[in-house]
């Protein structure tokens, strides 16, 4: 059976020339709103020929240095800047964003375990579904901005992943480099089903994300990191006019399992590591403290591999099953 | 008429020599409890002559370096090392900490806006009334861990309070220099009402506090500032034994209300500064972008004054009224 | 597959000659009954030769017309009084009904999209099951009384859509005719996907509907037309004995998507215009202060078309995407 | 002993010439935001010499006509207008206007019930505090706007209070008058304790309020009554240029407590008569049906006097003790 | 000051000859309901010269056999069986009776912690103060129906205090010998602030209460036990007309604060004893599984001192602070 | 296509000699845990050859004597003891369990009308999916504790089911007599669609599941039950070395639909026959009062059949719709 169409719909032209500001529409009937929409702000710059950049952040909401750049460029963007098309969704998960939870409010759809979405299913699948057979088909590049959110905390990098496919590899390994954060990652993922990632490359998109802090804050240094570094994305694709602000990186891999460590005691966590930190294979990266009576010993909780500690949990309060701590491993480029 | 005596029970003697743990236990009925209670963790260790130090974490419930140093002090003291009392309750305001809020989930109450509190009121008054007329009449010293919590972030510092006294302004002084956490800052409280600083200090108790960092987080670096700081102050006020181990500090002050900046408007925020930056007067600190369209200008939020950047606000989205930024001044000791 | 049984079981005989009261019983299992049910009341009336109409109100939880006039009918009816059979119920989504709320509290099920509903599915998809594979079969008219519900209000009209099989269309006209209410509307819907509407349809029923008010309410006016409304229709049908108390109505086509104006802004909304005036193209309907600052220009909303303003949104307040106003055109029948 | 002074500060100067907007900002430390405040917006407009007249909206805050009406006011008024000074707060109890709800959403408070307030008490209350203690001494004329919100519609009318001082009683209803409601009514309030309307008469001033619809909305009717109603006030009280637009009225007295009718049962409520309809006393005005099931007759609910319907309840289903309907015997002026 | 009068109005008349059902009517302005009220049921009988008495359940919501006697009572009674007065309230704390909870969903208010109350105060403060002020006065005995409710289970007693004025005391047991339950308890009241039995006892007079059974429920036993002992009660106090209907009971003592046992841990409850069982002093009563692992020992805990068990917490899960058991110690009466 | 393995990962080794204690991991994404998981704790004994016996316990969350046997079991259980295989499941609706409710506070999901789940679905389909998928082919017996929950409460039994593989079902009912519970029961499951039991018996998997109590708690004596007759059925089926210790018991049969009772009203319940009294068929066994009122007769409810009453609806109040009693009938073995 044909699927559905979408019933998303967008108030811009994704094909007039200039600068457009608007909206994709979403109708959503709910009891404070008989016949609401969700309105997710989209901006659409189209000047002459060249490729198109699709540039997102908000895939989880409570991630705001993609959101901070995005929103920027929208607002000062000029169509003569520009050489091609870029479509600018700052705050992809709209509801999510607005609620400032890393999962939508109205169904708690992580959006980045969706794809391929459905016309006919939650808001959080119909937004998946939109960008799966409208806005990623018109594009050539795909950005996607993360960060840790409110729970998990990165050191700033750029990423790309393994391909089996080793040009379209290359074109993204590119992008990052020209991206310039301090780190860049090379992501073999494990667990890719539902992803917004699986979803472009399948189809043949050059696709580069990032983790540039968390904590559900951002700063002026993770802000400029990821504003500096969107130019310089553009410019190197091609979609801008400009030079490429070349900025030092360091590599890391994160090579096998043994990379993540969760605690299997919930408390008062006290991290003897900090993000950056060197550490041994066994070294204990932090010790979980109950919280119930005083006078206990605290749980000691080990690398899992030698490394840097590249992220960490971020709330004071740790759970039974919460990942402590990513170790990876510098390499050469 | 006579106040009622206190709801709360201790299960430790707060005489008997050497390291005792156990509970403050406030009886609270409730649709999940008839005959429930609140079960305030508490170590008090005794050993021969000397001062009282009271130590207190979590008066917020989202501030964990405090809570950190303390359940650690508790599971690792002997009682050869003091030299008098120690009164140790690293969760003052235990509901909020269970809860991992700044205010109590049973009342929404701001412990430290609530002293002297009252035997018969909510819970979190009843906690205050037990520390005004039980805990802080037994202590000499008294030292309460705060950092920011989950919606601001601070330069770690230790601080206390300008105070008509100044035989125990100084008293206070010594320890904070003794702690010596990277920053120490002197502070005119402008609105004391309700404190537990005000209420120690109206007693005559040295009474000295900290802001250690914030975000509802704790780093492997804070927490070792809290402990490291913990340390010096009780060897220096004579109830620990051992050398103070000494710490370059720096110092600010808070002169006026033209430290606070606070926002007129919500939405995302952009900082162009980041903790412990120098700024100029009407320099802009932060940016709020709105969030419902694109293509609007940010709102640019100015410094009130010259200084240093001391507190911000902590997460991706502000409220109208949020406070945004502290800009403290530097000056010598 | 062969699709499972229903689990509904009903406790009225459908084939009873007389008047029978009794309930829909649905089991589910929750936190606060095991073996617990959803009841929805029933009544079935059988009296000779003659078809069956299948009357229903509370589609959405918030319309009260409906309910009023089925109430009232289900205890008011003689068995001599009817020609063939009713099947009255009055609270179709009974979950949603009892919590005055426009889509189920238990799963948030917007019953009038979940057709054909699965037996296996959620609580309103079983519901829906059941009137696709039970209740609708045994109908040969079909009434479905809809109103604004909280969030809207309409000018008070009985509608039926444009169908391919002409026959159909004439014989469901002829029942709005007859249903005399002040507006009559003729409906090309447009997403009619999930609809009670299309399932009836579909299987050849003829379905008429109502928009009989608005705003959560019942004024006695429009309870007034929906009883004299039912029982002309009932009468016309050939379901009742008794007479058509003919009632003029002035007829309202809505020929496109211009009908509609939706918010891009949120804020306070100040109409321009009420129900029943008319509007040209373009001129404001509506305007929408911002309310986080006293001082700025509000938002102007302008009509998509020339006609009548025959629904508006109902709040105070507004949020971008709602729909603001709908207008129609006026035709003669 | 000595009152505390209000927490809350203004950012506008009430002696400045023209007009100033800014806010009422109440600090409000809270879980997500624990350097956070209230921002109460606020226009003060001085011109020249003349009367202070201090206006208010959503002191309930789901009632809508105020709001409208001092936005717009606020938005629109040149100082040369004014003869004296405007002080317009357009949302008084603001929490619960952002909330949609009739209560503060923070503390349950409702604010006219909550007069004289206190400095140390919720919020609501140091909102009323502020209100009693700074912004009604400077006032001449207090106008505080009502509708009936969510659960109560109203026929809309101006109304001021019997007064024991005949003078104050008299310049209250000249200002009635002038306001030109479509009725007017002399109140004689039974239960006075706690309301603004008290705190204000108290002090001497001249205190007009209205009810002006009703439902939780505005029409473009009941809006243009308050902004009619509104400036003409103004004019008759010499704190605006102009003429007053002389507005026919009619008038209510609510004689004694036979006027109120309450509902000992709940259910889904039928009205059989509306608002302006004479009734007779002991004639039905409404009907409750039970829900849980059919066949059951509805209990009717008598007029408790003969009069003209001037109040009811707004929502389709009522529970016991609600207010069904306000009989008012219209009167000469 | 004198205090205000209660806003709370009877719709019975207390002192009309035969049996009259009603409201007692707390008008409670809230987002739902602008003017609604609470309305709790009430039944007065008046036959002739005796005393009065005051019967009352569900104090604490969640408590039925009260409520099933009174309700059972108060719709059987006929005038000519009773000799003097009965005021029968079968649900004090109606709100809460309503939620089924212990306390009060409005203000989360202990009903029984509650007294004297405030006419001015909150919901639950408003109901005290009018049984404190209206209805205790009017009483010569007073009966206070209680369980266990849903987290504590008693073995069934009817009770009474140990009382300064010996005459008072007498006369309560007297009842408690007639109210005939399986167990009949003297207290002595530790913390007798706020109470509902305080307040009787101070005004002189005759007050008797019980403990039914408990875990939210009732059996046809335990609310057996309430019927008969409720008429026996009445006929031995002299206002109703009959004989006592005789029952054999044990007599228990709670000397001191030993009888109580409360938890440390949190987690999985083992009871070891079950209500009515001999346990010695240190005997273990129960088990404290943690539920975070498998594979740990739980933690033991003793009976403070030697006797029967005759309370115990109810839940399967224990929460730190919690009431595990009552050792109570049985005497000759 | 081939189904996605289960995102589950055990941190046992079911195939290693001896006593391991670990969870069943599954990742969880949400807002307070962006890389959480479910921990759901399991202990695996292994020792020579010998059947694998699958046992778990809170299938649905707020039944505790299967728990209560199952960590007992898991602590005190010695290697040399068992003869084959034991995975232990204390709590196999881990979420559901942690929150003391039936179904799990994360998707409403009722773990027993969930399988055969999905290895993509909501979380209690995944668990369910692991148990299909993982553990039930590894099991030859299995064994699943259940109790009423908060809502219901049962004689205690054992039971199997009538299968149409007599083999099988006589193998089962060896078990149920060697458990030895006072009550054994023969189960015609009517509606066995999503039941676990169904998955295990599907695949041929020797099935005994119990009822042994309710109402939210479990008393010495029926956890007392619930720990021997573990022992004693895995014993019979040759899993653990030792003897049967024989009980008594007693057999019950539901024969038919009329076993089951449900209100049709809502109210307070007073039952007039408990666990394990003989009732005649229409005898009234519970009377329901409205509760709304004072003075109204309340409505009886008969038995549908005689026999004796084997399990109640437990809470006070009833709602419309809930299962009020269960009437088995006797049989010989």
Same mark, same amino acid.
């Given at each position: 059976?044909?699927?559905?169409? +979408?019933?998303?719909? !967008?108030?811009?032209?994704?094909?007039?020339?200039?600068?457009?500001?608007?909206?994709?529409?979403?109708?959503? +009937?709910?009891?404070?709103?008989?016949? &609401?929409?969700?309105?997710?702000?989209?901006?659409?710059?189209?000047?002459?020929?060249?490729?198109?950049?699709?540039?997102?952040?908000?895939?989880?909401? $409570?991630?705001?240095?993609?959101?901070?750049?995005?929103?920027?460029l929208a607002a000062t963007v000029r169509a003569e800047d520009v050489t091609?098309?870029?479509?600018?969704?700052? !705050?992809?998960?709209?509801?999510?964003?607005?609620?400032?939870?890393?999962?939508?409010?109205?169904?708690?759809g992580n959006l980045n375990r969706s794809f391929p979405g459905r016309p006919?299913?939650?808001?959080?699948?119909?937004?998946?579904? *939109?960008?799966?057979?409208?806005?990623?088909?018109?594009? #050539?590049?795909?950005?996607?901005?993360? +960060?840790?959110?409110?729970?998990? #905390?990165?050191?700033? *990098?750029?990423?790309?992943?393994?391909?089996?496919?080793?040009?379209?590899?290359?074109?993204?390994? #590119?992008?990052?480099?020209?991206?310039?954060?301090?780190?860049?990652?090379?992501?073999?993922?494990? #667990? @890719?089903?539902?992803? *917004?990632?699986? !979803?472009?490359?399948?189809?043949?998109? %050059?696709? %580069?994300?990032?983790?540039?802090?968390?904590?559900?804050?951002? +700063?002026?240094?993770?802000?400029?990191?990821?504003?500096?570094?969107?130019?310089?994305?553009?410019?190197?694709?091609?979609?801008?006019?400009?030079?490429?602000?070349?900025?030092?990186?360091?590599?890391?891999?994160?090579?096998? @399992?043994?990379?993540?460590?969760?605690?299997?005691? &919930?408390?008062?966590?006290?991290?003897?590591?900090?993000? /950056?930190?060197?550490?041994?294979?066994?070294?204990? %990266?932090?010790?979980?403290?109950?919280?119930?009576?005083?006078?206990?010993?605290?749980?000691?909780?080990?690398?899992?591999? @030698?490394?840097?500690?590249? @992220?960490?949990?971020?709330p004071g309060i740790v759970k039974p099953g919460d990942c402590v701590a990513?170790? /990876?491993?510098?390499? $050469?480029?």
């Open positions: 059976m044909q699927p559905a169409p +979408s019933p998303i719909a !967008a108030t811009v032209d994704f094909a007039a020339p200039g600068v457009g500001h608007g909206f994709l529409r979403l109708p959503h +009937s709910r009891d404070d709103a008989a016949w &609401g929409s969700i309105m997710t702000p989209i901006t659409v710059v189209n000047n002459g020929e060249g490729p198109t950049a699709l540039l997102t952040g908000a895939n989880h909401g $409570d991630e705001y240095e993609g959101p901070i750049a995005l929103f920027d091609g098309r870029l479509i600018i969704v700052p !705050a992809m998960n709209y509801p999510a964003f607005a609620a400032a939870t890393r999962t939508s409010p109205i169904d708690r006919d299913g939650t808001v959080t699948q119909k937004i998946a579904d *939109y960008f799966q057979r409208v806005l990623l088909p018109m594009a #050539d590049v795909v950005l996607d901005f993360h +960060s840790g959110g409110k729970t998990l #905390d990165f050191l700033p *990098y750029c990423a790309a992943h393994i391909l089996p496919d080793k040009r379209q590899q290359a074109a993204a390994f #590119d992008l990052v480099r020209a991206f310039g954060a301090p780190w860049s990652v090379r992501m073999l993922e494990i #667990d @890719a089903v539902g992803m *917004y990632d699986t !979803a472009a490359e399948e189809m043949g998109k %050059v696709f %580069v994300t990032t983790e540039l802090g968390g904590g559900g804050t951002a +700063s002026a240094r993770t802000a400029g990191i990821a504003k500096r570094g969107l130019r310089n994305l553009l410019v190197a694709a091609g979609v801008m006019r400009g030079e490429v602000a070349a900025q030092p990186t360091r590599w890391l891999d994160m090579p096998d @399992a043994d990379c993540f460590t969760f605690a299997e005691d &919930g408390g008062l966590i006290e991290f003897l590591a900090d993000l /950056g930190d060197a550490v041994e294979k066994g070294q204990p %990266v932090a010790r979980i403290f109950p919280v119930t009576r005083t006078g206990l010993a605290p749980v000691t909780v080990p690398a899992g591999r @030698a490394g840097l500690m590249m @992220a960490r949990h971020f990513v170790i /990876g491993v510098e390499v $050469d480029e």
